[in-house]
């Protein structure tokens, strides 16, 4: 039987030397939309892809043992990118970086969101392999702002802060710092299509150490590093006062020697009015007050007494005050304490300076000027210039007192004791020799006659009437 004749068509294509041929397009059609199953034991190898927007991100098709098999890379629409060394797609940004029977590597510069998603590694095998790879990408905080409540606050109150990172992916977390001390804000995300906006606020209660303080806001984003911005704090407070002993400089103040004070003050504002008062007293008339000095030429037992500096601004006012005592011209013994002995102001004891020094005490003022709300209570220096040792003397008495009393109350309970247990022992019924045989007797008279000894006692005691 004839064969048919093979209807013949037009002779297939030859490509160049040194060329090889694209696919038709019905093919390329069919092999891009197939799906392909990954197996274990596949020859192609990728990584995924993390790059920031804007950047450029490297996609790798490498074939383990190459058999000079057709590689091509495929985009998330499934759409040719490469095919071994040719580039169907009209993308510029999509360049070759190297060719080989084993390796397909394809840069994309300009990065940006609409490029996410995976990219398709196929090989053309029997049977046909394919792999994909993820490009995320990343878009850094577009501004980063710090928005404070009060541009100067005063101290003891709270401000609010807030922090904002816009415009980014995947959603910054905010650090917040004042200083080198790490503090914790609370903050809300806002989602805008594929893009995050972070808020964090931060409520902090400012002290007069916190002028001058920055106040820093930290973003962590894998996109960046170390993006951060900071806020330096403006806080007024009122005057913290100083009294410092000029002369004598060590030692007792006797009576006939000078006595020279200066009074310090700080604050913000800085202090506009400052005067030297007596507490308990009028100012002695020899006092000489100069400024922020107080001078005594000649101390005498009269000027005892507190005296006390005070100091205002437009915050509130604050005050040290100063104890003095004078003694003898014939005083020799040096004070006890010579330290300065510091407390806030709570008057509790802060820190036991140098005990070759003088002594200064730190007391508070919680007085303020009606224009303006106080809110901590302010520090203030207070020298004793009397010594410690009548105090020492005075508690050495005492004890001994207290240890005479105590032994005497304790002798007079042992004493009580040992009565009581000895009554307790003598306690009973006791009987005469009288009373021996009177439990037979009719009356009381047999009862005497009947006793024991009786007659003989009666015969003993005769009676003679003459």
Known sequence: MAARAQPRGPAPRRAPPGRLLPLPPLLLLLSAAAVIPRGDGQNLVTEDVTVVEGDVATISCRVKNSDDSVIQLLNPN?????????????????????????????????????????????????????????????????????????????????????????????????????GNKELTGKSEVEQWSDMYTVTSQLLLKVGREDDGVPVICLVDHPAVKDLQTQRYLEVMYKP???????????????????????????????????????????????????????????????????????ASNAVGKSHADYMLFVYDTTATTEPAVHGFTQLPNSAEELDYGDLSGTRVLLNASTEALPTVQLSNASVALHPDSRAGEEGSIRSVDHAVVGGVVAVVVFAMLCLLIILGRYFARHKGTYFTHEAKGADDAADADTAIINAEGGQNNSEEKKEYFI
Not at 169 to 175: L, Q
Not at 243 to 248: D, E, G, L
Not at 252 to 279: H, I, N, S
């Open 240 to 310: 913290q006062v100083r009294v410092s002993q000029n002369y004598p400089v060590q030692g007792l103040t006797r009576e006939g020697e000078p006595l020279e004070l200066t009074c310090a003050a700080f604050g913000k504002p800085q202090p506009t009015d400052m005067r030297w008062l007596r507490v308990d007293d009028e100012m002695p008339q020899h006092v000489v007050v100069s400024g922020s000095n107080l001078l005594i030429s000649n101390l005498n037992k009269t000027d005892n007494g507190t005296y006390r500096c005070e």
């Open 78 to 178: 499934r759409q040719t990118i490469y095919f071994r060394d040719f580039r169907p797609l009209k993308d510029s940004r999509f360049q070759l970086v190297n060719f080989s029977n084993s390796e397909l590597r394809v840069s994309l510069t300009n990065v940006s969101i609409s490029d996410e998603g995976r990219y398709f590694c196929q090989l053309y095998t029997d049977p046909p392999q394919e792999i994909y790879t993820t490009i995320t990408v990343l878009v850094p905080p577009r501004n980063l702002v710090i928005d404070i409540q009060k541009e100067i606050a005063v101290e003891g109150e709270e401000i609010e802060l807030n922090c904002t990172a816009m415009a980014s992916r995947p959603a910054t977390t905010i650090r917040w710092f004042k």
